[in-house]
């Protein structure tokens, strides 16, 4: 059995290797599907792999800042990044990075990083699954009202309607986003970096987690474009997190590689995978995939509550994690070969 673990030379834990390489492809598919490093899953994945929080932490965002160089290249090519937008949400989301780091030294000095982390993963998960399905049942009650009159809804269509509001708010300056199709004060995409920011040092995140529904919701971007300009983001964050938290001490290089190994393959195949799949089949899927990771954080939060249930918790958490990013890597990848099956026909079909 010792084969299958690895010994990490800075925390001085011993690692299940096989659990790190799963991460790693399964979360590559996974983050550039939707546009985001997955923080959300790997952080705590690898804290439930046996990480101390600080090195889950700083070890993540050192993988997802390889990975994301690759996806973003990637959806580059799509036409899927609107740079103006995220070059003007990078100065908000380094300060707010680097308030959110010192805020987990500080937590980490206090021995309390762990516990305060895990239960702000799971309030913010909660908070964006509720999100994502209360727009989707939005946009459902549109498409049911819209049938009833004999009327079609614009694709375009979103249940919610905050970044239509918050569009209308002109305090100068004005900048126009061509590629998102949208005109907004420029304090809009800072202010939503700065927040965003702030949570990824928490949480050891590049942000996609809460930037790609913000884009979304609060900006407005369409999908395909708010996946993009997200990974763009997370790039540049998770380069300037990876330098932050190695200074710091707390990033495990050794770990960040094997998970590079699938990682960055898998960023292509979820990258290519945004071309079949639109819109709110994107939102659903990461709903879902919210949901999920959120259930297997609540399992580790029980734990101390019902001891004569341990092995419970540990296992059913471990295997939550990593059955649900194989499960929707594999999903995702089957709508990518099922989607250019298709588009391959279509053109046959039209050469004759």
Not at 62 to 75: E, S, Y
Request: net charge positive; hydrophobic share 50%.
């Amino acid at each position: 059995m010792e084969f299958w673990y690895m010994m990490m030379p800075i925390s001085g834990v011993e690692i299940f290797w096989p659990g790190l390489i799963i991460l790693g492809w399964g979360v590559g598919v996974i983050g550039s599907f939707f546009g985001m490093g997955g923080a959300w899953m790997i952080t705590p994945g690898l804290n439930i792999l046996g990480f101390p929080m600080a090195f889950a932490i700083g070890t993540d965002i050192a993988h997802m800042a390889g990975k994301t160089i690759v996806a973003t290249l990637r959806h580059s090519k799509f036409g899927n990044v609107d740079y103006i937008l995220g070059v003007s949400m990078i100065v908000g989301t380094i300060g707010g990075f680097e308030v959110g780091a010192q805020m987990v030294m500080w937590l980490e000095r206090i021995g309390n990083v762990t516990v305060i982390v895990r239960w702000i993963y799971v309030v913010l998960l909660t908070w964006i699954a509720w999100m994502v399905f209360y727009d989707l049942g939005k946009r459902l009650k549109k498409e049911k009202q819209a049938r009833e009159s004999g009327q079609d809804v614009d694709k375009l269509e979103t249940g919610v309607s905050w970044a239509a509001t918050l569009q209308k708010v002109h305090i100068p300056p004005m900048i126009n986003l061509r590629v998102s199709g949208i005109r907004c004060s420029a304090w809009l995409p800072i202010f939503i970096g700065f927040m965003t920011g702030w949570i990824a040092g928490i949480l050891g995140i590049g942000g996609g987690l809460i930037r790609m529904p913000a884009l979304l919701y609060f900006v407005g971007c369409p999908t395909h474009v708010a996946v993009g300009t997200d990974l763009f983001e997370v790039m540049i964050s998770g380069l300037y997190g990876a330098g932050s938290y190695t200074y710091k001490g707390r990033t495990e290089l050794i770990a960040a590689m094997v998970m590079l190994i699938g990682a960055g393959i898998g960023a292509q195949f979820g990258a290519i995978a945004t071309k079949y799949v639109k819109g709110y089949g994107i939102r659903i899927c990461f709903g879902i995939a919210v949901c999920g990771c959120n259930l297997s954080i609540i399992f580790r939060l029980l734990q101390p509550y019902f001891p004569q249930w341990t092995t419970f918790w540990d296992r059913g958490s471990t295997t939550l994690i990593l059955g649900l990013v194989g499960l929707m890597s594999t999903y995702i990848v089957i709508r990518m070969i099922m989607g250019a099956r298709d588009e391959l026909a279509a053109k046959k079909k039209s050469a004759v």
